[in-house]
């Protein structure tokens, strides 16, 4: 599945607040990601950031009059409005969402917005007095009843030196809101579990049993099940990655902890995707202190950590069970024992050991491999379009 903002025509609407500068931040984002983006600025916008610079980043004009301008039409807010995707205003101040709320069309942006048919998204950004304001917030309610989409601010230090919920949402994450309005909602519904990541076997305070998962292909699973409409829970072990927006998050250390986490949740679940790269050993003892090379006298005793998978084989109650098998030879044979003997509905095989394709690699070259003894092979592609995969051939599985 590509990016849903590729080739999607998307108007971004800019209103009068010190966040509008961070709408440039987040046209580029939007323009890398492959859409097409038209900008409307009100008048209050522009006396924070010129219209030149949205001119030249989207390479299309910038409407701010509704009159008198040789580039208007009479119906360019019908044209546009009939044209657009998505539409995302952002910053949103108090003023525009009361307009919005009650159907005031004074200038272009809010007459644009009332023939609209396309989802919209609105990132109110004001001082937290004003966004705490009653009127603000049945306006903000009233938005969310009419089908509107709001995207609550963040909290920190504002502008004008208060402390509290009135910063626009970091434009990353207004992106990933626009990809949940246009993508198609077919997980309405589902409650999907996602292990990721690596976990961490202690050998003593600082030495630990590992492996080299970045945990990215269930961070994309994550993210692009919630886009879908789904209800995610997301158990990861160690990363460097942040929590994907909208996603439920635990995060374990060791296969113990993710092994609890997992049976704690496992029969709240429609779908269980075990990506994660669960350590297979751990040692017997942990050492209370740093243990010197002189003083190991045998070898580390090892001993089996919790099989997850198995355990969720065995216990599946209606539940889609995914698992991945990474593997460095005998890739068929070893992903259909494993199929086998967890008792799974689907593995997605890959052979590790190349560098663009299994860990902490952005794409992924895999294998799928079905209870009925179908298999598929899959080109290499970026993690989240093989999470799109995945996920239409869970909803395959559960109408079958």
């Not at 909602?185 to 590992?210: H, K, M, N």
Request: aromatic letters at 4%; a neutral charge.
């Amino acid at each position: 599945m590509p990016d849903p903002l590729k080739d999607k025509k998307i108007v971004l609407g800019v209103c009068g607040g010190i966040a509008a500068y961070k709408a440039v931040d987040l046209l580029r984002v939007l323009v890398k990601s492959g859409s097409h983006i038209r900008v409307i600025m009100t008048r209050s916008a522009r006396a924070f950031v010129g219209p030149l610079t949205f001119e030249a980043l989207s390479g299309h004009p910038v409407w701010t009059h509704m009159f008198g301008r040789q580039e208007n039409t009479p119906l360019q807010h019908i044209a546009w409005a009939d044209e657009a995707d998505a539409v995302v205003i952002a910053p949103a101040t108090a003023n525009i969402i009361g307009k919005m709320a009650h159907g005031i069309a004074d200038d272009p942006l809010t007459t644009f917005v009332l023939a609209v048919r396309a989802p919209i998204l609105v990132c109110p950004s004001m001082n937290v007095h004003m966004y705490e304001n009653r009127a603000v917030q049945d306006n903000i309610k009233r938005l969310d009843q009419i089908g509107i989409k709001v995207l609550p601010p963040g909290t920190g230090s504002l502008a004008c030196g208060h402390e509290g919920r009135g910063r626009l949402p970091d434009v990353e994450a207004i992106a990933e809101e626009l990809r949940s309005l246009l993508c198609p909602q077919d997980l309405v519904g589902e409650r999907i579990l996602v292990t990721a990541g690596p976990t961490q076997e202690p050998i003593d305070p600082v030495r630990f049993i590992s492996n080299p998962s970045s945990g990215k292909m269930g961070y994309a699973l994550a993210r692009v099940a919630r886009r879908r409409g789904a209800q995610v829970l997301l158990i990861s072990g160690p990363t460097v990655l942040p929590d994907p927006q909208g996603v439920s998050m635990i995060r374990v250390s060791t296969s113990q902890e993710m092994f609890n986490a997992v049976m704690d949740h496992v029969e709240q679940t429609t779908i269980i995707v075990k990506a994660a790269a669960v350590s297979d050993w751990r040692p017997v003892s942990l050492f209370e202190h740093k243990i010197k090379k002189e003083e190991v006298t045998q070898p580390l005793r090892l001993e089996q950590t919790p099989d997850i998978l198995k355990v969720l084989g065995e216990k599946k109650k209606g539940q889609v069970l995914v698992g991945f098998a990474a593997e460095t030879q005998n890739l068929r044979e070893n992903a259909c024992a494993k199929l086998t003997a967890k008792n799974l509905d689907l593995i997605v095989a890959n052979l590790v050991g190349q560098t663009d394709s299994g860990f902490g690699s952005d794409t992924n070259q895999a294998s799928l491999f079905y209870r009925d003894g179908r298999t598929e092979a899959l080109p290499l592609m970026d993690k989240e379009d093989l999470a799109g995969i995945i996920l239409d051939k869970v909803l395959e599985i559960k109408k079958a």
